[in-house]
Nanobody
Framework: QVQLVESGGGLVQPGGSLTLSCAAA????????MAWYRQAPGKERELVAQ???????NYADSVKGRFTISRDSAKNTVYLQMSSLKPEDTAVYYC???????????????WGQGTQVTVSS
């Protein structure tokens, strides 16, 4: 069974930095798009950043210039480097990926369990 395992959340002061990691564990043929979403209390889940199979990143306007998404294809891992964090960045951050489990089959969309990021003094 393939799972997305996240790590790196925590409490950070405004202006601080934090890096999230998400590793796909299990038998995988390939991974297409990998992305980070977040959901704040009382709000809908929103896309933060995504990186396509060939490495082209896209960002939400609210995080452009502050967050960087990257991936290590050899490790089936995606990272989210967050800097200049603001209280409004506080949310549960979820990893998402389109994972191909077997050759000649369509990829399946998987979610991580979520990791809490709290920005507060």
């Amino acid at each position: 069974q393939v799972q997305l395992v996240e790590s790196g959340g925590g409490l950070v002061q405004p202006g601080g930095s934090l890096t999230l990691s998400c590793a796909a564990a299990g038998s995988i043929v390939s991974i297409n798009t990998m992305a980070w979403y977040r959901q704040a209390p009382g709000k809908e889940r929103e896309l933060v950043a995504q990186i396509l199979g060939r490495g082209s990143p896209n960002y939400a306007d609210s995080v452009k210039g502050r967050f960087t998404i990257s991936r290590d294809s050899a490790k089936n891992t995606v990272y989210l480097q967050m800097s200049s964090l603001k209280p409004e960045d506080t949310a549960v951050y979820y990893c998402n990926a389109d994972v191909r489990l077997q050759f000649y089959t369509a990829p399946v969309n998987l979610w991580g369990q979520g990791t809490q990021v709290t920005v507060s003094s």
